[in-house]
């Protein structure tokens, strides 16, 4: 259920509205715009049956929310979400006029490769670094990242360069070293329906980028964000990575319509990786810029700088040659779309 209010409703009529809502055992969620405001109302909604909301005064209208994702619903927030991400020495937003991209290694290989693709990148225009330290990997002999060693580095070349760092947690009982050592937290395709992860992940200070699950459906995806904002954060960043289809000519099927579709659904921004949707460093560029046209709010993409000898994801990683070419390129696409490509902050001394 929502609640829109009247555009001179007093804090003190907010207030009762809220009390009246929660005395029955729901809980409520506020959304401020500039010209109304939004009461959201979650749970049960046949016990609010008994409660007379249209005369509440400073109610404008009652609207039953039928999608089975509230929180993450477009319906329940005035404005569209804007996620900042980082403190006050490397920040990114997503969700804002501006496209944000992420850039940086599938996996933390070593701190002289991170320190150099985080340059790199950041001179070719991304704002935000990626790198896994813990990788999901399909054959347990395959390497598996480089752990809390990886999550010292990263910390170490956000400070070198001011990017913000995300970087992929798995598992419940990393969350708090994971959360202490990034700017923000990758829920892999392979955790998506991760519910007791979820849920974790719901308690930590920290935002959510969160990856559709390789075989999951928009709604199955809208879910799982819920579970993150039920759970009390409510900084999700939602990331098309390409669908497993009976297409075998690319790695998965980039879903280029989930992205006007969530955008129609959901107040909460969305991403695409071009890397992990081809498969191939030759499809990234043109799934990137499919990708901003269709209205995408940001970028993350894998970068290696000797793609040839990468320990994951070789074959999809650009050089950063090839990275800074597509950066360029991008410009055209997001002018076309009435957007712009976040620029970095002034760098750090020791970048400069
Ligand atoms: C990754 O970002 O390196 C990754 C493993 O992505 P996904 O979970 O989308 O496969
Ligand atoms: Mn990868």
């Known amino acids: 259920m929502i609640i829109i209010t009247r555009h001179n409703v007093t804090d003190a009529e907010i207030d009762h509205i809220r009390e009246r809502i929660e005395s029955v055992g729901m809980r409520t969620h506020l959304s401020r715009g500039e010209h109304r405001t939004i009461i959201g109302c979650i749970g049960d909604e046949s016990l609010l049956q008994e409660v007379p909301l249209r005369s509440l005064p400073g109610v404008e209208s009652v609207t039953p929310v039928l999608k089975p994702y509230k929180l993450a619903s477009r319906e329940f927030a005035v ?45 070719a225009g991304a704002t935000m670094l990626r790198g896994g330290a813990y990788k999901p990997r399909s054959s347990p002999y395959a390497f598996q990242g480089l752990g809390a060693e990886a999550l010292r580095i990263l910390v170490d070349v956000r400070a070198e360069t001011g ?33 007791a992860l979820l849920a974790e992940l719901g308690r930590v200070r920290r935002p959510v980028l969160l990856k559709r699950g390789l075989s999951a459906t928009i709604k199955e995806l809208l879910m799982a964000a819920e579970y993150i904002m039920a759970n009390g954060n409510h900084d999700v960043v939602l990331c098309e990575r390409g669908i497993r289809t009976y297409e075998t000519a690319t790695r998965n099927t980039l879903d280029i319509a989930a992205i006007p579709v969530l955008k129609r659904e959901t107040h909460l921004p969305v991403i695409v990786d071009p890397s992990h949707a081809g498969g ?48 360029q390129q991008l410009h055209a696409f997001a002018a076309a779309a009435g957007r712009s490509i976040s620029v970095a902050a002034p760098a750090p001394r020791a970048v400069a």
């Open 163 to 195: 990017m913000p760092v995300v970087t992929e947690v798995m598992d419940t009982r990393q969350v708090d070293l994971v959360a202490e050592h990034s700017d923000m937290l990758q829920v892999g395709a392979r955790n998506m329906q991760n519910f």
């Open 280 to 327: 191939d460093a030759a499809l990234v560029a043109p799934l990137a810029f499919a990708a901003i046209a269709a209205g995408a709010d940001g970028l993350i993409v894998e970068v290696h700088p000797d793609p040839e000898c990468a320990l994951s994801d070789g074959d999809q990683s650009l050089a950063p040659p090839a990275f800074a070419t597509m950066m």
């Open 79 to 123: 404005d569209r979400t804007v996620v900042r991400v980082g403190g006050r020495d490397a920040q990114a937003s997503f969700g804002g006029p501006a496209i944000t991209v992420i850039a940086g290694p599938c996996s933390v290989e070593s701190h002289e490769m991170l320190s150099t693709t985080a340059r790199l990148v950041r001179a």
